[in-house]
């Protein structure tokens, strides 16, 4: 049974940092995102890594202050977030191609889903 099992969420004032981490079981993966979303939009993406190639890859508005890694002892990935806004306050989920899609941006995608973890930003 596969299954994404995220931490790391919680309140934290402008110019923060978090660290999100999700356990992976069940099977391997090619790929693995982070999708984030906020009340009244549509879910986005925020980053994604390639399991083997270790090639990352990060949206406009993350790129700079977000970092993905992963730990393949673990099969946990995670996403460490510095300089954090009150725009990026959101439902941070993990998320799992089991194959290999040349679009890592597109959350239908991405087979497997955690449970999401709230991350919220004061001014």
């Known amino acids: 049974q596969v299954q994404l099992v995220e931490s790391g969420g919680g309140l934290v004032q402008a110019g923060g940092s978090l660290r999100l981490s999700c356990s992976a079981s069940g099977r391997t993966f090619h790929t693995m995102g982070w999708f984030r979303q906020a009340p009244g939009k549509e879910r986005e993406f925020v980053a994604a890594i390639r399991w083997i190639a270790v090639t990352t890859y990060y949206a406009d508005s993350v790129k700079g202050r977000f970092t993905i890694a992963r730990d393949d002892a673990k099969k946990t990935v995670y996403l460490q977030m510095n300089s954090l806004k009150p725009e990026d306050t959101a439902v941070y989920y993990c998320?799992?191609?089991?194959?290999?899609?040349?679009?890592?941006?597109?959350?239908?995608?991405?087979?497997?889903w955690g449970q999401g973890t709230q991350v919220t930003v004061s001014s």
């Open positions: 998320a799992a191609q089991p194959t290999y899609y040349s679009d890592y941006i597109t959350p239908k995608n991405y087979a497997y």
